[in-house]
Each structure stands twice: as C-alpha cells, then as structure tokens.
C-alpha cells in the first residue's frame, strides 16, 4: 500500500495595500496572504523563533532620474510557540500578543494598520506619489543550522515581493 502525503507550499503574497491621511499625517495600511507550510510549523512547535519583516515605501517616481524616496518604514515580527501554555505569541518591538491557535496567530501578523510613514507637511499635494509593502521570512536570524536548510531547501523560502500602487492624496 502506497500512502503519499500532499505537503502544503508555504505562501505569501499582499492582497491590498493604501496609504491614507490621518490626524498624525500618513498611514499605511496592508494585508497580507500567508500561510505556513508544515516545515514552518514544525519548527515553531520545537521552539524556533520566525522572524518576519515587514516594510513599507513611499516615493516620487521621476522619469529622468531614479525615484526619489520620502518615507520607509520597516518592522520585524517575531512569532513563537511556548509548549507549556500552548500559546504563540506575536511581537514586535514595543508590544506582543497571545493567540491560542496559529490560524490566529498568522492572521494578525498578515494585518498592517495605522502605521505613520510620514508628516502631513512632508508632502506636496500637487505631486504624483507611489507607494510600497513587502513582507519576508528573513532567515538571517534562524539559528545557523536553519540557515543552511534556508539556503538548499525552498520550505523556508517566503517572501511576498515588492507590491507597489498609486497614493492618492
């Protein structure tokens, strides 16, 4: 008898991003797709910290010379699993989260919201601006024998791509 076991590919794409006026100036706003491969997963129940990061852009494009960057924010995530309270926390530098179920876990790490990236005097109404969100499993903080898997094996590989879009001021 042959038993053959479907592996689930880890994913990670944006579904939709904006960057829009608030009271404190500029914030971006962002939701990713993601999805842990059982790789990933296993890892985590044995107590590996994943790293994610998370980085958002806002330029001037320029025809005649390169864009010019106003505003870029980055932020690393860190998801881990305490097998004594069977809990995965989610943290970041200045707060964490407790979440009894991974489901729960991934879905407030795939959510940006309300993250300033620039002044509201920063910027010139009469110009064109573009912005950008990207999200990564950055394997350069593993431990080294993870890092060696990172690199031959595609399990750890998750990245969302640079996902660009009109600002609309």
Known sequence: MIVSTLSVAAALSVENASIASSKEGYVLDADFSLTLNRTLEDALS????????????????????????????????????????????????KQYQNFSSLDDAETALSQ???????????LDNDARYRGSVRMWLDVTQLPK????????????????????FDVHL
């Open 46 to 93: 044995r107590g590996v910290v994943l790293y994610f990061v998370i980085e958002g852009r806002l330029w001037r494009p320029r025809w005649w010379w390169f864009n010019h960057t106003v505003a870029a924010i980055q932020e690393t995530r860190q998801l881990s699993y305490n097998s004594l309270t069977r809990q995965y926390r989610l943290s970041s530098d």
């Open 112 to 122: 940006v919201t309300n993250w300033k990236i620039v002044d509201a005097k920063g």
């Open 145 to 164: 024998p993870f890092q060696v898997k990172a690199v031959t094996t595609k399990d750890w590989n998750l990245d969302s791509e640079e996902f660009a």
